[in-house]
């Protein structure tokens, strides 16, 4: 059965690190993240209207999908090229 008395430590030895300032900036930046992103989605919605909002939506998701795919793609490129060179390092 888990009790404050155990599970404090536990929680502190996670948050407590030898970068505690690095893991703080980075708590805080995704707090603020969440909390920009949240206010967004609920304001833009309401700014632009139903019927551009989905534009804008489909927009964003298929800039995303985009540069994922380009991204994932450039990827796979330099690791079969980095192979290919590795294999023929190895036979000279």
């Known amino acids: 059965m ?6 404090i430590p536990k929680v502190n030895g996670y948050l407590v690190t030898d970068t505690d300032k690095d893991s703080l900036i980075v708590f805080t930046g995704g707090i603020v993240n969440v909390l920009i992103g949240r206010i967004f989605s609920i304001v833009t ?3 632009l209207g139903l019927f551009q909002y989905g534009f804008f939506a489909v927009a964003i998701a298929t800039g ?3 540069s994922r795919k380009l991204f994932v793609f450039r990827w796979k ?3 079969f090229y980095s192979v290919h060179i590795l294999c023929l390092l190895e036979i000279f």
């Open 2 to 7: 888990y009790t404050a008395y155990k599970v």
């Open 45 to 47: 919605p309401r700014t």
């Open 64 to 66: 995303v999908m985009v």
């Open 77 to 79: 490129i330099q690791h």
